[in-house]
C-alpha cells in the first residue's frame, strides 16, 4: 500500500492540508520495523468531460479506493487489526476443510512409519516453514537468516534422507526455539505446548497453526508501525488518492455535488420562511448563503441519513462511524424524552433524589440496546421503561414515608413515555431541535477550541453522553473539511457564485 504520491500543488490546496502527528507504542519490542514517508499536497483539477470508462480504468479505481479506505481505517481508528478466523467446524465449508486436512496428515503419517521412511513430503513442509520464518526477520538480522537457511536446507536434509539420517525430531526443536525468538509475547504458551508435544506428525500440525498466529500478529503489528506515520501524511494521502479516483471516474463526485445542492436548497428554503414571517423583509434582493453554513448543514443531515441509500463519496471512509454516531445520538434523544416526561410528571415526588438521572439512563440503556435493529419493538421497549420507572418512583416515595403515585398518574406518565415513539410528537421534536442546536454550535467553534459549547435545557441528563458523542462527531467533520475542503470549495463556487473567482468560496471554506 503506498504511502507517498507526488502531485503538484497550489496556494488553495496548501491551506487545506495541515497534517496532525500520532504516535502508538509497539505491541511488543522483538522486531522493529522503519517506515519512511512524505507527500506533497494535491488539489482538485478541473472538471473533466464525459469518457468512456475502461473495465482496466474501473479496475484502477477499485483499488485507488480500497487503498485510500484502508488507509484511512488504520490511521483513525485505534482498535484497527486483523484477526485470525476459521471455518465453523459445523459448516460445509469448515467439514471439508477437516477432511482434506486429516487426509494430508494421515498420508504424512503413514509416509514416516514406512520402512524406510519416505521424507519428500515432510521435507516440503521444512522447506516451507523455512520461508514462513525468514518472512518474519527483519532487514539485518543476517546471523538468524544464514542460521535458519543453514539447518533447514532442503538440498542437506534430501541427502540424509537418502541415508535415512534425517533427525526430525531435532529439527522440530530447533523450529520451535526459532519461533519463541521470533513470536509476540501472547504466543509464549503456544510455544509451551510445541514443545510438550511427543508425536511428530501433531507437532508439525500445530507449529504450522501457531505460524498462522504469528503472521496475524505480524500483520497487526506492522498496522501499529504504519499509524504513526498514516495519520501524519493523511490529509495529503487521501486528498491525492481521491484526486487519483477522479481522474479515473469524473462522476466521483456525483452524490457529493448533490449532498451539497440539498443543503443550498434546505438553506433558501430556511430563508425563504424567515423572510415570509417578517413583513419588512426585502424579498426581491438575493439571498446571501454562507458556504460554510451550506457545509456544516450537510453535515448534520448525515445524522439522519437513511444509510440505505448511498452517502457522499467524500465521507464513503467515515459511513460506519457516523453511522454508529446516528445511532447513539438516537437512544440518547430517547433518554432526553424520557427524562423530560419524568421531570415534568412526577419532578415534586424526585426533587430530593440526587442521583434519580442515573437510575433512568440505568434503566432506559439496556432496554433501548439495539433500537436502531429492523426487529426491534421501541413501543414495547418505552413501555416496560414506562413500569420500571413508576415502580422506582414508588419505591422511592416509599423509603422517604410518602404516598405513592395514583393509578392515574402512573398511567399518563406511563402513556406519555409510549407516545415518544408517535411520528412529530412535542417532546420528540423538541429535544431533536436541541441536539441539533448542541451540534450546530459545536461545528460553528474554531478548529482550535477545545471546550464544549453551553449544553441547551433539557439535555442534562445526557451531557457527558452528548459532549463525548459531539466530540467524535467533530473531529470526522474536521478531518473531512482539511481532507476534500478543495473539492466542496470547488463545487459550492458552482453553486453559490458562479460568476465569481474561485478564492471567495475556497477562503470561507479554507477558513472553518
Known amino acids: 500500500m503506498p504511502l507517498n504520491d507526488d502531485q503538484n500543488s497550489d496556494s488553495d490546496s496548501s491551506r487545506l492540508s495541515e497534517s496532525t502527528g500520532a504516535s502508538s507504542d509497539s505491541e511488543y519490542s522483538r522486531q522493529s520495523f522503519n517506515s519512511d514517508s512524505s507527500s506533497k499536497p494535491s488539489s482538485p483539477a478541473s472538471a473533466s468531460p464525459p469518457k468512456v470508462i475502461t473495465f482496466d480504468e474501473l479496475m484502477a479505481a477499485t483499488r485507488n479506493l480500497s487503498n485510500w479506505t484502508l488507509a484511512h481505517e488504520i490511521a483513525v481508528n485505534a482498535n484497527f487489526c486483523i484477526k485470525h478466523e476459521d471455518f465453523p467446524q459445523n459448516s ?31 521435507i516440503k513442509l521444512f522447506e516451507e516453514i523455512k520461508e514462513i520464518l525468514l518472512s518474519f526477520l527483519t532487514p539485518g538480522a543476517n546471523r538468524i537468516h544464514n542460521q535458519i537457511c543453514e539447518v533447514l536446507d532442503t538440498d542437506l536434509i534430501r541427502q540424509q534422507a537418502e541415508h535415512n ?35 511428530i506428525v501433531e507437532l508439525l500440525r500445530q507449529i504450522f497453526h ?10 497487526n503489528y506492522t498496522i501499529k508501525s504504519l ?65 460554510t453554513l451550506v457545509l456544516n448543514n450537510g453535515y448534520l443531515k448525515l445524522l439522519q441519513w437513511d444509510y ?68 426491534f419493538d421501541l413501543k ?26 395514583s393509578e392515574e398518574m402512573q398511567s399518563n406518565l406511563m402513556g406519555q413515555i409510549a407516545h415518544i415513539v408517535e411520528k412529530n410528537n412535542p417532546v420528540c421534536s423538541l429535544i431533536d431541535k436541541r ?23 433539557g439535555l442534562s441528563v445526557i451531557q457527558t453522553e452528548m459532549e463525548f458523542v459531539g466530540s467524535q462527531y467533530a473531529s470526522i467533520v474536521n478531518f473531512n473539511k482539511k481532507v476534500y475542503g478543495p473539492f466542496y470549495a470547488n463545487i459550492l463556487r458552482k453553486l453559490l457564485f458562479p460568476e465569481a473567482p474561485i478564492e471567495k468560496a475556497e477562503a470561507e471554506t479554507a477558513g472553518n
Not at 312 to 319: N, Q
Not at 438 to 449: D, I, K, M, N, T
Request: a negative charge; proline letters at 6%.
Open 380 to 405: 414495547e421497549a418505552l413501555n416496560a421503561i414506562g413500569v420500571q420507572i413508576c415502580s422506582k418512583v414508588n419505591k422511592s416515595l416509599t423509603e422517604r414515608g410518602l404516598p405513592t403515585l
Open 92 to 122: 460445509f465449508a469448515g467439514t471439508v476443510k477437516q477432511i482434506v486436512h486429516k487426509a494430508f496428515w494421515d498420508h504424512l503419517e503413514s509416509e514416516l512409519n514406512e520402512d524406510p521412511p519416505e521424507y519428500e513430503h515432510a
Open 227 to 291: 499509524r504513526p506515520y498514516l495519520w501524519h501524511n493523511l490529509v495529503d494521502y487521501e486528498r491525492t488518492k481521491f484526486q487519483e479516483i477522479l481522474e479515473e471516474t469524473p462522476s466521483a463526485l456525483n452524490l457529493t455535488t448533490e449532498w451539497i445542492k440539498e443543503s443550498i436548497e434546505d438553506e433558501l428554503s430556511s430563508i425563504s420562511d424567515e423572510s415570509s414571517s417578517s413583513p419588512g423583509a426585502d424579498s426581491s434582493s438575493k439571498p446571501i448563503i454562507s458556504p
Open 435 to 457: 441536539i441539533q442546536l448542541f451540534l450546530r454550535s459545536l461545528l460553528a467553534l474554531p478548529g482550535v477550541q477545545k471546550c464544549m459549547p453551553t449544553m441547551p435545557g
Open 308 to 375: 440505505c441509500k448511498t452517502i457522499p463519496e467524500t465521507l464513503l471512509t467515515d459511513e460506519v462511524r457516523l453511522q454508529e454516531l446516528r445511532e447513539k445520538l438516537n437512544q440518547l434523544k430517547i433518554i432526553a424524552c424520557i427524562s423530560l416526561i419524568t421531570n415534568n410528571m412526577v419532578g415534586s415526588a424526585i426533587v430530593d433524589v440526587p442521583d434519580f438521572a442515573d437510575q433512568l439512563k440505568r434503566i432506559s440503556v439496556p432496554l433501548l440496546e439495539g433500537m436502531n435493529k429492523k426487529s
Open 210 to 219: 501457531v505460524l498462522d498466529l504469528m503472521k496475524v500478529d505480524m500483520a
Open 165 to 199: 539420517a534425517v533427525d526430525i525430531p531435532g529439527l522440530a526443536n530447533y523450529i520451535i526455539n526459532t519461533m519463541g525468538k521470533l513470536c509476540a509475547p501472547v504466543r509464549d504458551n503456544d510455544i509451551k505446548q510445541l514443545k510438550a508435544t511427543d508425536n
